[in-house]
């Protein structure tokens, strides 16, 4: 039987794995899957642009949705929202429709992504300009998916304006979205510069559904000062879990989540600068990518793509990542 998918609720904290295109892949999902605390995450984005997707590309970026008899989710059983991203809203709903009948629980629709390329073709954080577009979607999938499939959308605090947000939000909200995802920078901030927490709160304060707060979630103390600013009960986090696998189960422990114990036992004091924690760590991803068929040349590549997260979130690692990054083969990798 189809298990189903964990909707967020107002006063019922959740602790969401964030999105990143060409980053967070199947592989990664699933060794986050192990380390524990999360309570669902979402795949990266399914570009939808002059035609609605056929099932075989859904299932090359979401393989999650393989595992249909007991929903879409990894081999740990933590459960994927199918994440889109598109601006024609009849090809959107109907690759919206096509994901849940392969087995997706929840979809989340992409209108905060900064990519210019993305952008320039009418999709992403460019949409954040026109609210009544955002709110066209977001129609067209929930009447696609039906009442009983959970549906929202990832957006930032606009364009370049921070009233675009709350329109947008509030669109969102008309067109009967069950929680709304913000990033608390604008498009043209892109990542840099700091999160306006403020501005965020302006949009929980106002918003009827449950809004989720995300951007630069690095540590206990950045969470608690984002949980202080903005009133979130719900949170995701990317580029900080990246950088330190044990940070789900710490912020979990934090929101009394009481999530089951990680199938991968991290140390409790595991500390993100030290080599020695993180060298299990990447061995058990070789195994993951390995067991998915991945040549050893790729997964190199995904592990000094995964050091160079980490080194520029913690510069002071750089001592020992940098070593790795120049290395040849896996093997020499591993053993370094």
């Known amino acids: 039987m189809m298990k189903s998918f964990p909707k967020l609720e107002h006063g019922r904290p959740a602790l969401i794995l964030a999105p990143m295109e060409g980053v967070l892949d199947a592989a990664l999902r ?20 002059s035609a609605p997707l056929p099932a075989k590309v859904l299932l090359e970026i ?15 059983g933590l459960p ?16 919206a429709l096509r994901a849940v009948q392969l087995g997706a629980g929840a979809i989340d629709l992409n209108f905060g992504c900064p990519s210019a390329t993305v952008n320039r073709h009418g999709g992403g954080a460019v949409m954040l300009r026109d609210p009544g577009r955002i709110c066209a979607v977001a129609e067209a999938v929930r009447h696609a998916i039906g009442p009983d499939i ?16 709350k329109d947008a939000a509030s669109a969102l909200e008309n067109a009967g979205v069950d929680w709304i995802v913000v990033h608390a920078r604008t498009r043209e901030q892109g990542y840099t510069g700091k999160p306006c927490w403020e501005s965020l709160r302006q949009i929980v304060e106002e ?28 949170f995701m986090i990317g580029r900080g879990a990246l950088a330190d696998p044990g940070l789900g189960r710490r912020l979990s422990g934090e929101l009394r989540l009481n999530r089951a114990d990680s199938a991968y036992s991290l140390p409790a004091d595991f500390d993100p600068l030290q080599k020695g924690n993180w060298l299990p760590v990447f061995q058990r991803f070789s195994t993951i990518c390995a067991a998915r068929g991945a040549r050893p040349e790729y997964t190199l590549r995904r592990l000094k793509q ?3 997260w980490l080194a520029s979130i913690h510069p002071g690692t ?10 040849l083969s896996l093997a020499q990798a591993l053993d370094s």
């Open 207 to 234: 918003s009827r559904v449950p809004v989720v707060a995300n951007g630069d979630i690095l540590d206990l103390e950045s969470f608690r000062a984002c949980e202080l600013a903005t009133g979130c009960a719900h």
């Open 306 to 308: 995964w050091l160079g």
């Open 62 to 76: 979401v393989p999650e949705l393989r595992s249909s008899e007991s929903g879409c989710e990894t081999p740990g």
């Open 80 to 95: 994927v929202q199918v994440q889109l991203l598109g601006s024609e809203p009849s090809y959107v709903a109907e690759t």
């Open 318 to 327: 750089r001592e020992w990542v940098d070593p790795i990054r120049r290395t």
């Open 150 to 165: 959970a549906l929202s959308a990832k957006i930032r605090l606009g364009w370049q304006d921070k009233k675009e947000g």
């Open 30 to 49: 699933q060794m986050y899957s192990e380390f524990g605390g999360l309570c669902f995450a979402v795949s990266e984005f399914v570009r939808v642009s």
